[in-house]
């Protein structure tokens, strides 16, 4: 059973770069789409982007020109990193797998789901 | 910002019937299929039905969707103090070209 677990700091400052990391577990990340989801506290739901095992990425547009996913097969790991952060960004960061219908090259929807990471932006 | 609407609460009594709407466009809902999440407090949300009225394995069968035009429903038939959770739906959005997920749905067993 594929299980998936976000890492990284949980606390960053305003202007810097919030990176995390997810791994994969039980499963290759081979063949799958992966994506990235954040929910502010007492929020709704906010897709970040995708990238696909090959490296091809889909960005939300409107964090596009701050957000970059990365994918390293060797760690069945994919990763995000969000630049220029401000207090706008804390959330709750989830990773999930894609899960998508033959022929159609897009996540049609996401399962399962990382536990989640709370990422807070603050001096 | 979530295109898809769906009221911000529902509530029923144990054994009751509850459905939630979630309110679209031709850009997702009218062109694409809808899933449902289910989200327990304090937890990551879970997949609950996908591809508009498919359950995922494990989902009990008092879990139901549909789609109709731009709109879709999430139907509980037999609710059980365990449902009480927050539910999002979710689609593909031409328009954004990327997956975009509604306002979310509180449902509270009295």
């Known amino acids: 059973q594929v299980q998936l677990q976000e890492s990284g700091p949980g606390l960053v400052k305003p202007s810097e770069t919030l990176s995390l990391t997810c791994t994969v577990s039980?499963?290759?990340?081979?063949?799958?789409?992966w994506s990235w989801i954040r929910q502010p506290p007492g929020k709704g739901l906010e897709w970040i982007g995708y990238?696909?095992?090959?490296?091809?990425?889909n960005y939300n547009p409107s964090l596009k020109s701050r957000v970059t996913i990365s994918v390293d097969t060797s760690k069945n790991q994919f990763s995000l990193k969000l630049s220029s952060v401000t207090a706008a960004d804390t959330a709750v960061y989830y990773c999930?797998?894609?899960?998508?219908?033959?022929?159609?090259?897009?996540?049609?929807?996401?399962?399962?789901w990382g536990q989640g990471t709370l990422v807070t932006v603050s001096s | 910002q979530s295109v898809l609407t769906q009221p911000p609460s529902a509530s029923g009594t144990p054994g009751q019937r509850v459905t939630i709407s979630c309110s679209g466009s031709?850009?997702?809902?009218?062109?694409?299929?809808v899933n449902w999440y289910q989200q327990l407090p304090g937890t990551a949300p879970k997949l609950l039905i996908y591809?508009?009225?498919q359950r995922p394995s494990g989902v009990p069968d008092r879990f139901s969707g549909s789609k109709s035009g731009t709109s879709a429903s999430l139907a509980i038939s037999g609710l059980q103090s365990e449902d009480e959770a927050d539910y999002y739906c979710?689609?593909?959005?031409?328009?954004?070209?990327?997956?975009?997920f509604g306002t979310g749905t509180k449902v509270t067993v009295l």
């Open positions: 999930a797998r894609g899960g998508a219908v033959a022929g159609i090259k897009r996540p049609n929807w996401f399962d399962p």
């Open positions: 039980g499963g290759s990340i081979s063949s799958y789409y």
């Open positions: 990238i696909y095992y090959s490296g091809s990425t």
């Open positions: 031709s850009s997702n809902i009218g062109s694409n299929t």
């Open positions: 591809s508009n009225n």
């Open positions: 979710a689609a593909w959005d031409d328009s954004l070209n990327g997956p975009t």
